[in-house]
């Protein structure tokens, strides 16, 4: 299973953006990039997936660089309910087996 | 749309004592997954469901845990016996099927073995 590294934490201010990076470098051709996030005493919520080309929804955006080795998760502003831990995972499709690494833990400042 | 429901929330037992925890998915969803979320980890699948059939149980330490999903529906997660270290979250999550990206993720239930 392709492995991804993410930065331990990361610390923003309200109201602005965030971008989380994450690298991917064994991605094979299959592989999609999902990101979860887990807020404190909660599971983990599913936040976005992309494979080849950006995607945006209403909680964040994913850009995917060109060779596919790295990606980065755009909020586009940061509330202090985005505190959270977000995963970046690599999926296989139809294997439904989502790996966890250890995530990125943002801090918000107000 | 209601979401994964657990039970309990909480379970706080004695080591070699038996514990169960029980999950309900979301109405629809095929697939139900088990996870094991240690402390300032992420979570480590343990098993997956197929409607009623466990199509992978490799992480599973089968001679303590064990999970059933009868009629496809609601499962159960029993371990017996309890040892120190199975304190953790344990989380249920479901999906409609395999191939759809978004797994739901119900509270999970925190056990603490004494």
């Known amino acids: 299973d392709a492995k991804t590294t993410q930065p331990n934490s990361m610390e923003s201010n309200e109201e602005e953006p965030v971008h989380l990076p994450c690298n991917h470098s064994t991605i094979s051709g299959t592989d999609y990039i999902h990101w979860y996030r887990q807020l404190p005493s909660q599971g983990p919520e599913y936040v976005i997936h992309g494979l080849t080309s950006n995607v945006n929804n209403r909680m964040a955006s994913l850009a995917i660089a060109e060779d596919r080795k790295s990606s980065t998760l755009i909020l586009h502003r940061a509330t202090l309910r985005d505190a959270a831990v977000y995963y970046c995972i690599l999926l296989t499709s139809n294997t439904g087996k989502l790996i966890f690494g250890q995530g990125t833990t943002l801090q918000v400042k107000p | 749309e209601a979401g994964v429901v657990q039970s309990p929330r909480y379970k706080i037992i004695e080591k070699k004592q038996p514990v169960a925890f029980w999950c309900n998915p979301i109405?629809?969803?095929?697939?139900l997954y088990w996870y094991l979320q240690n402390l300032g980890q992420g979570p480590e699948l343990l098993i997956r469901y197929e409607n009623e059939e466990a199509v992978d149980d490799s992480q599973l330490p089968k001679d303590r845990f064990s999970a059933e999903r009868l009629k496809g529906v609601d499962s159960t997660l029993k371990i017996q016996p309890a040892e120190l270290g199975d304190s953790a979250v344990y989380l249920c999550?479901?999906?409609?099927?395999?191939?759809?990206?978004?797994?739901?993720f119900g509270p999970g239930t925190r056990l603490t073995v004494l």
């Open positions: 999550a479901s999906s409609r099927t395999t191939s759809n990206p978004e797994q739901f």
């Open positions: 109405s629809g969803h095929n697939t």
